[in-house]
């Protein structure tokens, strides 16, 4: 699957999706051997400046793959942020401030399989 991502950056290089799902599946996967954090860090980095630093989407990304990465204050930071969103306010925000919560505590978010 991270393949796939890898493929669709390639020829889109611009494509958002395609950064925040390869982060996403770097920093979350519940199977140890397919987690980089550094790597869920470049990409969603990229996903951020993508969207100018706006979309809550892509900061919560980012903010799971520094909590992989163990840099729980930076993933508090960009978890904070992604708060800001309009979009995560309300009942909406509930996961976002779970995942919060879960960086304070210094756990990185894992995905079920």
Known sequence: MSRDYGEAIQIDPNYVTAYGSLA???ATCPT???RDGRRAIKM???ACELTDWKSG???AILAAAYAQASQFGEASRYQTQA???PA???RAGDEFR???ELYKQKQPLRQST
């Open 88 to 90: 995560y306010r309300g």
């Open 44 to 46: 969603a980095t990229t």
């Open 98 to 100: 779970r995942r919060l």
């Open 32 to 34: 140890e051997k397919i």
């Open 83 to 85: 708060l800001e969103d």
């Open 24 to 26: 996403w599946l770097l």
């Open 57 to 59: 989407l892509e900061l």
